[in-house]
């Protein structure tokens, strides 16, 4: 098992695992930047002192309580529907590559592609906000024609890592890819 | 920099652009690996030694285990009981290798047995597995009499869960009937898988407490529970279809009479949304107790869904009868309706009488107000008398009214919705006058708008052409236009209230008749299915690594990723019989401009998608 240490395209660090379980079976996990306390205490404060205003200028208590719920409610739905923790990428020679991303509650959401499907693993480039970025996408083979692609599935998508990352997982996965045609 | 801003767009749809980018890699040549994949059930992890039976797909190299044979055994018998199986499932069964969980010694005499089957049971190649004592990892071999090439062959172990993999259905299934002809090559491998283990159910009938000439280790029922009650359930359900169906011809033949066809009838049933309930209704309770067999999963499901979704209707039903036959709420409701018609009435004389005058400050042409306002006075004063007409039977056609919701909730909320069509009829009648008399403005101003021009309308050749008119054309039209354009306000005035009133009253059916499409067409018993069996509608595998040793085979874990609660509703969803309006938003608003008449029959609801 290897780790290493990259930048997100937004600049915060992530870490790479590689795992090697045997020659066609390999697993690169992701794990996105840490939910940061500031941010968090930041969003909680702002909620509570807008309420708080509210309860001085309207003198109703129900406000405050409202702030509350809406507060723990709002972080129950930010860590299980929208907080993606780790980003993992199993890619195993002779079945499939499968995704897996684990939110930060522990749901996991998990796609599984056959490799008779798969058609390729390129990276690919794209414009996101007001920059370039890359990123690695699975190329799924069009079942009518041969040299056709049905559909991209993009990698990798919450934690953006930088090019250098994703050349390493692409060479990787390129390794096993080559196996599968001889 | 060029290409990236050529790529700018596709950011969102992920579009592939070949070419932009490539990454060569030095491809390393290798030897090429033979992967062989055994998916073996788990529940078989602790059977004692013997053979391991089941399916060898020779075009994925892949072996499906179904279930092991144990010591001792007579070779011919199981040559015998496969070929019985093989037969019942048409599934291709043979002995694909041995199995020894060794507990004790006695290694070296058991590893020459295990060789010595493979003479007897030829099979290419001979897989052989091996659990050592205490310990979670095995070791596979292979034998091959003739090694064609030289490689390093690899293994990997999938355990599948035998009972779930069985259960489960693929998604999406149309996909695997349609190519059902070119399956061979095409078809998914795990669908390959899934279909084996689905296929050889025969073999897992047997349950523990059945001895047959070779003892098996399967995945197994616990027993068959015999209960009394399904027995008689059974039993009893055919002729309960059959006097359903009975009925059913009955009822239909009545409703396809021709008594019924006529033309007023027919244009009344179009337009009442209970008999098209009911018709809808009808057509379910025919598909359910039809004696013909579900063909495949997606009928059986579509079934199942309209049983539940009627049984859950008649449920509901029966509960608000329940609730409205208790403690005189009959009487109750129709002692409040009449008021409440009487207290609309005298809200819209109201609103007439501020029509009347100066409504909003606005300066009405006062002549046209007054005729228009008393028009639309008297027709409140007939309706009012209508209603006081009918007030002693309004609590008794209540109380039948109120039998029908053991149809279903369903059939009771179209009723409402009918109710409501035919409390609100006065209504309705204004909005079609204000409609009419604004339209009949709205055209003249505009032909005589192209006289002003020099310009009318070619009715042969559907457009516009030039003109030359009259003096005295000219001033009868432009005399016309100034009238017309000064009457304009008033009428527009009345058309938007009454346009109002009758939007509310749309939107108020459009969400009765939203709430009847839900239980119509909610998929429940797939969900409740998703809900409480999440395998048995699988959208795909997932796999997980398990423990690894250096030098040991691959072992994975197959486990079934369930379709998610969206995809299952649009899977499932039944059809409705309601055609929603095909104009959009825009077309709505420019046909509520020019004052063409929004049908209600036509328009459910104010929905529009």
């Known amino acids: 098992m290897e780790e290493g240490v990259y930048r997100a395209v937004s600049g915060g660090r992530i870490a790479l695992q590689r795992r090697q379980y045997s020659a066609s079976c390999r697993e690169f996990s992701v794990r996105c930047p840490r939910l940061q306390l500031r941010s968090l205490s930041a969003a909680t404060c702002s909620v509570w002192l807008a309420a708080y205003g509210l309860f001085v200028l309207s003198q109703n208590s129900m406000v405050l309580s409202a702030a509350i719920f809406i507060t723990l409610i709002g972080l129950i739905v930010y860590l299980h529907f929208v907080k993606i923790d780790h980003e993992s990428l199993l890619v195993i020679g002779s079945l499939g590559i499968q995704m897996t991303s684990s939110y930060a509650s522990g749901k996991e959401n998990t796609t599984f592609i056959e490799m008779s499907q798969v058609k390729d693993v390129v990276i690919n480039e794209a414009i996101y906000m007001q920059k370039v970025i890359y990123y690695l996408c699975i190329l799924l083979q069009d079942p009518g024609e041969p040299h056709g692609v049905s559909e991209v599935v993009p990698l990798f998508q919450s934690s953006k890592p930088r090019l250098d990352c994703l050349v390493e997982v692409y060479r990787s996965c390129q390794e096993i890819l080559e196996q599968r045609k001889t | ?46 059977a004692e030694s013997g053979l391991l039976i089941g399916r060898w797909i020779p075009e994925q190299n892949s072996a499906v285990v179904l279930a092991v044979v144990h010591f001792p055994f007579i070779p011919g018998q199981v040559k015998q009981y496969l070929s019985e199986v093989q037969r019942v499932t048409q599934v291709n069964m043979c002995v ?122 399967h995945w197994q029922s616990e027993g068959v529970e015999a209960s009394i009650i399904m027995e008689l359930m059974k039993q009893a359900s055919v002729p309960v279809c059959m006097l359903l169906t009975f009925l059913l011809s009955l009822v239909s033949s009545v409703y396809k009479s021709r008594v019924l066809k006529l033309w007023p009838l027919s244009f009344i049933w179009s337009k009442l949304s209970t008999c098209e309930q009911l018709g809808h209704r009808l057509e379910h309770l025919q598909i359910i107790s039809s004696n013909r067999k579900a063909q495949n999963q997606t009928q059986l499901m579509r079934k199942a869904n309209i049983f539940v979704s009627l049984l859950i209707d008649m449920a509901l039903g029966i509960l608000l009868m329940s609730w409205l ?12 309706l009449i008021p409440v018609a009487d207290h609309i009435a005298k809200e819209l004389q109201d609103l007439l009488q501020w029509l009347m005058g100066v409504p909003a400050g606005l300066k009405m042409n006062r002549a046209l107000d007054q005729v228009l306002g008393r028009f639309f006075l008297y027709h409140i004063h007939l309706w009012i008398s209508y209603i006081h007409l009918m007030s002693p039977f309004i609590e008794m056609i209540l109380w039948y009214v109120g039998l029908s919701a053991c149809l279903g909730l369903t059939v009771a909320l179209s009723i409402l919705s009918d109710i409501i069509a035919l409390l609100t009829f006065h209504i309705y009648c204004f909005y079609v006058y204000g409609a009419r008399l604004y339209c009949l403005k709205i055209y003249g101003l505009s032909s005589l708008w192209r006289l002003f021009r020099g310009k009318k309308w070619n009715v042969l050749r559907q457009r516009v052409d030039s003109c030359s008119y009259d003096l005295d054309q000219l ?41 009847v499409d839900l239980i119509d067409s909610l998929p429940l018993y797939s969900v409740i299915l998703r809900l409480c069996r999440s395998y048995r509608l699988a959208a795909g595998v997932k796999f997980r690594v398990l423990e690894q040793k250096a030098g040991k085979p691959l072992r994975l874990l197959m486990q079934i990723n369930p379709l998610s609660y969206g995809s299952v509703v649009q899977t499932y969803r039944l059809p409705t019989y309601a055609c929603y309006p095909k104009d959009s938003w825009s077309s709505l608003c420019k046909k509520l401009f020019v004052g063409e008449l929004i049908y209600p029959w036509k328009h459910k609801g104010e929905k529009q998608d």
């Not at chain 2, 060569?24 to 055994?38: C, G, P």
């Not at chain 2, 100034?482 to 749309?506: H, K, N, W």
């Open chain 2, 1 to 46: 920099m060029n290409e990236a801003v050529y790529t700018a767009s596709h950011w969102q749809s992920w579009k592939y652009c070949p070419g932009l980018m490539s990454f060569q890699v030095l491809r390393s040549s290798r030897i090429a690996v033979m992967v062989l994949k055994v998916f073996f059930p788990s529940c078989c992890a602790t």
């Open chain 2, 475 to 515: 001033f009868i039209g432009t005399l016309l236009f100034t009238i017309l354009l000064f009457l304009l306000p008033t009428t527009a005035l009345y058309y938007l209230v009454f346009t109002l009133l009758r939007l509310l009253v749309v939107v108020v059916q459009g969400l009765i008749h939203l709430l």
């Open chain 2, 325 to 336: 036959y208790r403690e005189n709420r009959i009487g109750q409701l129709a002692d409040t």
């Open chain 2, 96 to 217: 694909l290798g041995s199995w020894s969980n060794s507990k004790q010694e006695k290694e070296e005499v058991l590893v020459k047995f295990l060789e010595d089957l493979s003479t007897i049971f030829s099979h290419e190649p001979w897989i052989q597995l091996n659990k050592e004592r205490d310990s979670r990892v095995w070791s596979c071999c292979i034998f091959q009499k003739y090694p064609s090439s030289p490689k390093e062959d690899e293994f990997i172990l999938v355990y599948y869960d035998q009972r779930k993999v069985m259960l489960s259905q693929l998604h999406p299934t149309d996909n695997l009937t349609t190519s059902a002809d070119h399956k061979g090559n095409d078809a998914s491998k795990l669908g390959a898988v899934f279909d084996t283990v689905a296929k050889s159910k025969v073999l897992f009938m047997t349950d523990r407490y059945d001895d047959g000439p070779i003892k098996l280790t």
